[in-house]
């Protein structure tokens, strides 16, 4: 009998569960709707600059002109670069192999900021070497004992130093006091600290490129390189590096990107953004892309190798390289650019690297004629190639300075500017605040609130509304108007990051407060609640639920905090125009990712009277001081802290805000 009655109850208790009241507000449900939202203005940004590209390769002037003014917008959102001071180099030891040496050299391409690398010498009795860059993919051990492509150069002949970028080999920098790594690997640390970056400015690639510059500095320095025949290649995330530097770096006259190289539209469009170190803020928003980033190199020779089944989309590469092919074309050097595909997945494979030694060798050397020499079989253990001491150069180094440190000392730095901008009142911040949310503008009062359901509950009634702004995404919300409401009801504004569904499943159960006169409004802003996107497009290494959304924001020049204000506008707006709810004071319960969202709505606009801010960022700054934090890109904004941190921000607003923890 026992057994029968607890069944009963199980099958109450799913018929109670199947027929439970859903808050949703929405008229549809797409849950991937935010992404495809996004990519309106992904391919629309694309379409553009294609529409521009096509109109260039008309002649051989439009396209030097379409170049120069794509280098001019990276130079825009590249951010700023220090005067290159001494670079301190040392050779720290020498390991000879079969045909070849390898230098291992420490040098500092800022005051405190060490940068090792390994520099692989021809041994073949000449003087004088043509040489290259090889940039790190995402290995763990960075320039590591195994870089077979730089043997196989250098016993060709061609000098190659192989960089350890940060946060892979001896240069990590989220580590214990030991030197071990407090991250599963080089993407996930790259991630991590990129975002730090973007809060003052700058992004790991620029950082990378400024290390691999100065790498560049340091060969510069030497009696057995050829300065006038210089080159530059990497894989995968190598491959990255090798792209943002030919823009920035006219001293290259040769280079190969591997592995890295397709469209950037296409790859946000079937996988979503790659690791932090892979985006520079605003690249679509500038109308450039992959391909425009590899072409700053024309008329100089380039070489794309992809794989047929590489995860970086060959679709997407193939037709990259038509436009790199119709833009040597009009520049009248179609010889110069050339692309490999191999049967293979990711990696520079054998057959890739003969093709990338005949390459330099034909460019570097003007030799294609000549025999090339296989690799040797020689294998280094990792303690072999070492340039440090201790492993990492942040412990090896007692003046070593973390990317942390660095980026904390701008933050110093800028304290007066910041508290200037605090002086300079609300008017004048305002417009430096919209830009940096990326609205243009506050947006026209004019939003369609179209009613998506209602009940007459106990105590209560309960309407779900879809807020239409055109242009926007919708806000779905959920009113609760009590029996009773006077013009001294107040209007509650919940925002909780796990959903509306959350919060009113929780409160119309347990709360006993429905009935003291309060209008409680419960909402999901873009990419939250009802539009989360899936789990599953946000791989778990970025430390981010809504990597994608986040970082495709970014790319468009909207970054995701301010798209959320513009939701509470609309929200607001809705406030003041619904009959129901106008001229009633607005209080606001935000947590987690919505508290930077109300403290910007509540500085923007006086309608908000309270903010209360529980579970979530207080200030930026503590995201550079410890970088091992989740869902950081769902609050960054590109420079802000040279302006304000969100304690300055607050000052500024007209209401009060207060964190409830």
Known sequence: MKYIVNIISILLGCCISATAQTFNALKWNQNTAYHSYLMRDVHQQFLDRKIDLEKAITSKKAVQKYLSECIQRYESIIGEFPERGELNARVVGTVKGTGYIIEKIVFQSLPGRYVTANLYLPNNGKKIYPASLELCGHSFHGKGPDSDAAIFMAVNGIAVMVVDPFGQGERLQLI???GKP???GATTEHTLLNAGLNLVGTSLA??????NSRALDYLMTRNDIDKEHIGVYGCSGGGTQTAYFLGMDKRVKVA???????????TLELQGPSDGCQHIPYEGRERLEVPDFAMMIAPKPLLILSGKYDFVDLWGAQQGFKELKSVYQALGCADRVDMLIVE???GLWPEKQQRLVRWFKQWLQDDTQSKIIPVPKDKWTLEQTLCTTKGQVNISYSDAVSLMEEELALVDRWQKDRQDFVKKGHRLAEEKVLQLLGLNKLPP???????????SLREYEQYKFQLIRD???????VVLVPETVTSDSPIEIHLCAEGKERFLSEYTNYSATLTDGKIIIAVDFRGLGETADPALYSDAKYWNFEYRNAMTSMHVGRPIMGQRVMDFLTLLDFCSENEMLKEHTIKVYASGVYGPVAIHAAFLDKRISEVSISRSLKSWRSYIENPLQRDMYSNVLYGVLRYYDLPDLIKLTSGSVKYAD
């Open 176 to 178: 214990d006091e030991s």
């Open 182 to 184: 407090l991250t599963r």
């Open 206 to 211: 620029a950082q990378e490129f400024w290390d």
């Open 256 to 266: 190969a990107i591997c592995s890295f190289f397709s469209t950037r539209e296409r």
């Open 344 to 346: 293979t997945g990711h």
């Open 445 to 455: 009062k004019n939003i369609l609130a179209e009613l998506s359901g209602h009940e």
């Open 471 to 477: 242009g926007e995404m919708p806000v779905p919300c």
